[in-house]
């Protein structure tokens, strides 16, 4: 059974206070109660046999019918006690984790709050921009037609220059961070095991993607094998924080998107994505996780791009989280703000799953708390660039920062990649 039993039956009323700030029904905390109340005295009951039954194999004047008896009492009561705790992991598994008490209030997207814009930066030069993908069709650097013919929906296909941004993106992020990070490239696949360390399995199956014959799925974030590479460990005094950032191509069913927003990059199944993630003691958590903050929007700054920092309600800011940020960036050509990082504060709420601990300074073993932001989430950044920066005569300056990478200044509709 996982390791939150006791906040659920000690703090019932704080716990179903809090998880209703997120939506979600709070008469499962109720049927947890009585569950996990009767799981408690069951293996009472069970522990009081087996030393009874222990004393029973010393005392020679007990009959073997007695000792039968006995045994076959608890191995009944096991038997009992498996449904029991088998139900109560799904209803924990399916609690969300509990909203920091300074999480902004609501359900919706509207209650969030912006508590940070920027709109000074490099402003688009075209007074009607279009949007990336009929920029990029010109320039010839993202097919989507031959993503389309290749895979699908939802797919991309980078060509010449196009495919050397999203390049220059994951190799600036890196130099950005790696006296900082340890670096860290992970499997894509994973196991059913590690997905429900961070709180994407069981309930979000939908939203993943399974290999068909194996235990294996592809990850959604670098966030899900960064987080298991650590599941079972505990790390000795003073070795926390634990810092690390992770390359790897993302896969989203993204089965919720339609309409105008699955246009060009807004949503795709597959794209490429560094990860930040952070292993922390309890007390180190705020200026951690303002200092991740600080991290994922340094490079967003570089870039001179438009954005704005917003504060995510309870019930907006999705099951696994204590507390999100938003990092979003102004699309001219689309004229919408997209999501470019998710700063997310996850408590003990995964680590509890992972069973990731440390030691403090008295010697006594505890349950971390886990942190992550994207780095570097490449299409929106792309496509933000994209439009932000084109030109009157078509082609696309590349922000100074990116020029060491790119080993160029502009593209330009004459100087097409046809391949």
Known sequence: MINTA???????????????????????????????????????????????????????????????????????????????????????????????????????????????????????????????????????????????????SKFSLFKGKGSKLIRALIHYCFSLHEDKYLEFLPPHMVSTRSLTYTGHLPKFAVDQFKCKDDDLWMIPTAEVPLTAAFSDTTFKAGELPMRGMGYTVAFRREAGGGGKDNRGLQRLHEFHKVELLKIVEPHQMEPEVQDLLKDCLTIIKALKLQYRIVDLCAGDMGDKYARCYDIEVFAPGVQRWLEVSSVGNFSDYQARRANIKYVDENGKKKVAYTLNGSGMATPRVWAAIVETYQQDDGSVVIPDVLVPYMGCSEITPTEKDNI
Not at 85 to 91: H, P, T
Request: proline residues 4%.
């Open 6 to 152: 006791r906040l659920f039956t000690e703090e019932k009323d704080y716990v179903k206070a809090s998880i209703g700030r997120k939506g979600y029904d709070v008469s499962t905390i109720d049927e947890l109660y009585e569950i996990l109340s009767v799981v408690k005295e069951t293996r009472k009951t069970l522990e009081n046999m087996r030393r009874q039954r222990n004393l029973y194999q010393k005392d020679k004047s007990i009959s073997v019918e007695e000792k039968r008896e006995i045994r076959d009492e608890i191995a009944r009561i096991e038997n009992e006690l498996i449904p029991l705790e088998e139900r109560a992991n799904e209803l924990l598994y399916d609690i969300p984790n509990l909203p920091d008490d300074d999480a902004p209030d609501g359900l919706e997207e509207s209650d969030n709050v912006v508590i940070e814009a920027c709109d000074d930066y490099y402003k688009c030069k075209v007074d009607q921009p279009l949007p990336h993908w009929e920029v990029a069709k010109k320039l010839d650097i993202l097919d989507i037609e031959m993503a389309s013919k290749i895979s699908g």
